[in-house]
């Protein structure tokens, strides 16, 4: 893989992270990772900074939680479409119970203080810089409740500053 500057991408980010989904990722050689499949989030820059970030959103009971909480990065992933077989599998089954990375045929990578999978055709490579978990009381919409927390079980908001870009190939530089 190499690192490309995010300034010479050209994808399109609703689709990138809906479309094509992402591998969340998070933890270290000695102490284990994990990973899951996600296909919310956002892309952009914030606070007046030209410096690219990625927000993700994780429930408190996804396993992932525990090492994006424990780590000071995550990394987002995006696989081949050959992957989806695998990135369906990712997101459905938990590691708690099972080594869900090795069965899904994946090669973790530890570097940089993080870790991504060898197979990934673009890794976004981020250091947490805000976290803070979605309000009730923030919501404006009694139905976004009502339909994705009838537990009221709120995600968690990371926002990560993305302090490197690898491709695998040329596929999202201009």
């Not at 599998?89 to 069965?103: C, N, Q, T």
Request: proline share 3%; charged share 25%.
């Amino acid at each position: 893989m190499k690192e490309i500057n995010y300034k010479d991408m050209s994808f399109n980010p609703f689709n990138l992270i809906s479309g094509e989904w992402m591998l969340v990722t998070a933890g270290n050689e000695q102490d284990g990772c994990n990973t899951m499949t996600a296909s919310w989030g956002h892309l952009g820059c914030l606070w007046g900074h030209n410096d690219p970030t990625a927000v993700i959103y994780l429930r408190p009971s996804r396993y992932t939680k525990q090492f994006v909480d424990r780590e000071d990065f995550f990394t987002l992933c995006v696989m081949d479409k050959s992957f989806k077989k695998q990135m369906a599998y990712l997101g459905s089954v938990s590691g708690r119970d099972e080594d869900k990375i090795a069965k899904a045929g994946l090669t973790p990578v530890f570097a940089d203080g993080s870790v991504y999978f060898e197979e990934a055709k673009l890794v976004l490579v981020c250091k947490k810089i805000y976290q803070s978990e979605l309000q009730e009381s923030g919501f404006l919409y009694q139905e976004t409740i009502d339909k994705n927390y009838p537990q009221r079980d709120f995600h968690t908001m990371y926002v990560g500053k993305i302090e490197k870009i690898l491709v695998r190939d040329d596929e999202y530089l201009k």
